[in-house]
């Protein structure tokens, strides 16, 4: 059975950094792999994806300040965020892209205030 555990999330002031880890069972990681997020009283969205070769791609709102990386050797996908935004406030979730449903995990929260 698939399990995707997120972590790494925290309260930090805004321009701080946080690194996420997703740590997955399974060869799931031979997909494209995706970060998400959803903030209060919004829909859930994609923030960034990388597929098997490493290729990447960006939400707009993201673009230059979080990176998305993968270590297959570890079953772990990392999302390295930088000059962080009150907006960027969120449960921040892994998954498949497209995400799967029932691959779904708890999130981590992060929070950026002053």
């Known amino acids: 059975q698939v399990h995707l555990a997120e972590s790494g999330g925290g309260l930090v002031q805004p321009g701080g950094s946080l690194r996420l880890s997703c740590a997955a069972t399974?060869?799931?990681?031979?997909?494209?792999m995706g970060w998400y997020r959803q903030a209060p009283g919004k829909e859930r969205e994609l923030v960034a994806a990388?597929?098997?070769?490493?290729?990447?791609n960006y939400a707009d709102s993201v673009k230059g300040r979080f990176t998305i990386s993968r270590d297959n050797g570890k079953n772990t996908v990392y999302l390295q965020m930088n000059s962080l935004k009150p907006e960027d406030t969120a449960v921040y979730y892994c998954n498949l892209y497209p995400a799967r449903y029932d691959y779904w995990g708890q999130g981590t929260q992060v929070t950026v205030s002053s």
């Open positions: 990388i597929t098997s070769i490493g290729t990447t």
């Open positions: 399974g060869r799931i990681l031979i997909n494209t």
